[in-house]
């Protein structure tokens, strides 16, 4: 009986506690992106699979009808600079989603979502530590093939629908309360 309780309590403090409850158009994001996750998963052949990311895209479309967005909350996951000095920058949020700005010049050209090291929010950066509860806010860029809504990262289909990376344009951090 003692083992089970401890067992329970220590998959109680396991799990990552949210500070503040998500915003309704993030949680709406993150079970657009779920959804799809368990659709890809359950699919009985590969063709099924390939299905599910159009309609995710459609979903996340419909829960983040503009691409910018307002005090999301995350969890600082990576933390650091390109060989040019620039701000590289990634948030996890609920859900195994990943929100990143490009961590090189050559790929972030014409996004530039790489934070510039005499901006403010590349200050703001400089004080956060991974794995550190931040609210932010920014901006999702369109995808180009109009398959995802949001540009994703990720080169393959199952990397895309198990661990989404969208590139985004952070425009403000801050430490989560």
């Not at 990634?90 to 050209?109: P, Y």
């Amino acid at each position: 009986m003692n083992r089970i309780i401890l067992a329970a309590g220590l998959a109680f403090f396991a799990i990552p506690v949210l500070a503040q409850e998500l915003p309704p158009q993030q949680a709406a994001f993150r079970d657009a992106i779920v959804t799809a996750r368990e659709a890809f998963e359950s699919a009985a052949n590969d063709l099924a699979k390939g299905g599910t990311r159009p309609k995710r895209g459609k979903a996340i479309c419909e829960a983040v009808p503009s691409r910018a967005v307002k005090d999301w909350i995350g969890t600082v996951y990576e933390l650091t600079t390109n060989g040019d000095g620039w701000g590289v920058f990634s948030v996890e949020m609920e859900g195994d989603i990943w929100l990143s700005t490009w961590n090189n010049a050559f790929s972030d050209a014409g996004s530039n979502t790489l934070i510039d090291p005499s901006s403010e929010l590349f200050a703001a950066l400089a004080e956060l530590q991974e794995g550190q509860q931040v609210v932010f806010s920014g901006s999702f860029f369109k995808d180009p093939t109009d398959g995802d809504c949001f540009d994703e990262k990720s080169l393959s289909l199952s990397g895309s629908m198990d661990q989404p990376e969208f590139v985004f344009d952070f425009s403000a951090v801050r430490p989560a309360q």
